[in-house]
């Protein structure tokens, strides 16, 4: 995050303790009021004691993130204590008086708290990057002296969809740095003498650079001490030669993705606003997207617009408690996949038990820190994430599954069809894969299928839907493609994974591929555009393979 988004965050915090700071008076008026009104009575009336206990559990739960510990944990006794009376323990007239002075001192820790005090630090490091969003190749430097090995480098990456810059000294690739910071180096590295490209000088780089590079060492030495001085050089990926470029491709893809993924979604249900505000900018300055609800009424209507991947229930809600919202969140199948966290000043560990037993997961105690709230935000949501993914994804692949594929065309197909902007689909099918299977084992016959489900991920735009629709056949739809567009990028994709070299045995072999391809404007309304470009595939495959062919 930059320095000014890190100021404006920082402000909209203040701004929030400031507003918080100036309520607190009232709100203690308002409390000092409900205690006072204890004296009056005895035993002690319910309809005094319910709302005196919500107020001070509101308050314990709230101070401690606007930076006013002591008046949390006093509020939090205060709170118990009226806990204890409401569960039918009569106190003494001596002690409900002790009490009244006591909530009377609570304004004292008001002024007591600095003005603006860091309990709460923003947290920083946790930012999902957000970034290469227009880039449409990622840029790869290549420091290598070797002329042939990196022409070789150089045509094999930039198939896969990268652009490489080649650099034959480290003068020169840092000078480049300097200009225009590359995705990665990849760096061959030399070991022995005193190499201006050894695992040292790389070091050295890193500790110039203002954020550390994503550096990839090619080498010789396939030992403990060379692993060693990579992961001190801070390398991401480490890759012995012979090359095998589609797991080197695989790689540089892994570390795309973890820069890449887009920010984790969360709803927070809360009717403190103020507080909730609050979360909100913490979780925002972390990379995250929040919406807030204070009315639990409108958790329906943003659970289908926003589709969260965490929901953080506060426990005590208007109209309704917490662990009924997690139920009714429960009740649509759509959502089983969203993780629930409760985020409440409950401390009864009973109460807590139970709520966790219906629908929520977890319990999360306010007061929470902000870095505390970061971290349990951000292993929860990822969580979330994952199983998702791993129910829409294939495992091979990382690409869409069957049925998610299929689904994906019908919307697109949709979609099209509303803004009067053709889809294409292209249905992709490896030619003579038997053979590679036969020949090569099962093993490298699912790095081929890894490697096309690589390129077209590199080589397709961001809107467009990848799946594998079976064995070694895969869909994809390019929405707002004509079918000259869509034919220009498939028949060049063809021509890139036609280019990549296989090693296994000892050999090198090349894998082609075949594509049919049909376009919603070609077609009437209703039509199945699947089914269509199958056919076109098997035009394909019957007018000899790897070719592209349009549906008639
Ligand atoms: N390694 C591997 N092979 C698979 C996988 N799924 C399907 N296959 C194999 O893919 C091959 C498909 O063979 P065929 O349908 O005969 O087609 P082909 O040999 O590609 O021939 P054409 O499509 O006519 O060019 C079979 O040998 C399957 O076992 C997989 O996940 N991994």
């Known amino acids: 995050m930059s320095s000014d988004a890190q100021q404006h965050a920082l402000e909209q915090l203040q701004n929030l ?30 309809e005094l004691l319910q709302p005196l206990y919500q107020e001070l559990h509101k308050l314990a739960g709230s101070a401690g993130s606007f930076g006013f510990a002591e008046l949390s944990v006093q509020s939090r006794e205060k709170e118990q204590l009226v806990k204890k009376w409401l569960g039918g323990e009569a106190p003494t007239t001596a002690e409900v008086a002790e009490f009244v002075a006591a ?48 022409a070789e480098l150089q045509l094999a990456l930039t198939n896969f969809g990268y652009r490489v810059e080649h650099y034959v000294t480290l003068d020169a690739a840092e000078a480049a740095v300097g200009k225009v910071r590359p995705d990665f180096l990849l760096v061959d590295v030399m070991f022995s003498g005193d190499s201006r490209t050894g695992p040292e000088s790389i070091a050295a780089l890193q500790e110039r650079a203002i954020d550390p590079l994503s550096v990839v060492f090619i080498t010789a030495r396939d030992d403990f001490d060379a692993y060693l001085a990579a992961v001190r050089a801070g390398a991401v990926g480490y890759f012995v030669k012979p090359l095998d470029i589609p797991q080197l491709v695989n790689c540089l893809e892994s570390q795309l993705k973890l820069a890449q993924s887009s920010p984790y979604r969360i709803l927070i249900v809360d009717d403190d606003v103020l507080l909730a505000r609050h979360y909100k900018v913490v979780l ?173 991920r590199q080589r397709l735009r961001q809107t467009d ?5 079976g064995g070694e056949e895969f869909v994809v739809a390019l929405p707002e493609c004509d079918t000259a567009a869509a034919k220009l990028i498939l028949n060049d994709l063809r021509e890139s994974f036609a280019a990549v070299t296989f090693n296994a045995s000892g050999t090198t072999f090349n894998v082609s591929l075949s594509c049919g391809l049909v376009s919603s404007d070609r077609c009437a309304g209703g039509s199945n555009l699947l089914e269509i470009a199958d056919q076109a595939l098997y035009r394909a495959k019957a007018e000899g393979r790897n070719r592209v062919c349009e549906a008639n």
């Open 17 to 46: 303790r400031r507003e918080y700071a100036a309520k607190l008076p009232s709100v203690l008026t308002k409390l000092e009021h409900s205690s006072e009104q204890l004296n009056a009575e005895q035993p002690l009336p319910l």
């Open 103 to 150: 909530v009377q001192q609570l304004r004292v820790l008001i002024d007591a708290s600095a003005p603006d005090d860091a309990a709460n630090v923003l947290v920083a490091g946790h930012s999902q990057a957000v970034q290469l969003a227009d880039a449409d190749r990622h840029l790869i430097y290549l420091l290598e002296d070797d002329l042939d090995l990196a």
């Open 284 to 456: 925002e300055h972390a990379g995250m997207r929040v919406e807030l609800i204070s009315d639990p009424r409108e958790v329906l209507e943003v659970m289908r617009d926003f589709h969260p991947e965490l929901v953080l229930l506060d426990l005590h809600l208007p109209e309704c408690r917490g662990y009924e919202v997690a139920q009714l969140i429960r009740l649509n199948p759509d959502w089983l996949r969203v993780a629930i966290a409760y985020l409440s000043s409950e401390s009864d560990e009973q109460v807590q038990a139970n709520a966790v037993g219906y629908g929520g997961e977890d319990f999360l105690t306010k007061p929470i820190s902000d870095l505390r709230l970061v971290s349990a935000v951000c292993v929860r949501a990822a969580r979330s994430r994952q199983l998702s993914e791993a129910i829409d994804r294939d495992s091979l692949t990382g690409l869409l599954t069957h049925a998610r594929i299929k689904e994906r065309v019908n919307i697109e197909q949709q979609r099209a069809r509303r803004l009067g902007k053709p889809v294409c689909v292209a249905m992709i099918d490896l030619d003579h894969f038997k053979n590679v299977n036969d020949t090569y084992g099962h093993a490298i016959g699912d790095r081929v299928i890894r490697a096309l489900a690589q390129l077209l």
């Open 465 to 469: 839907s990848i799946g594998r629709y």
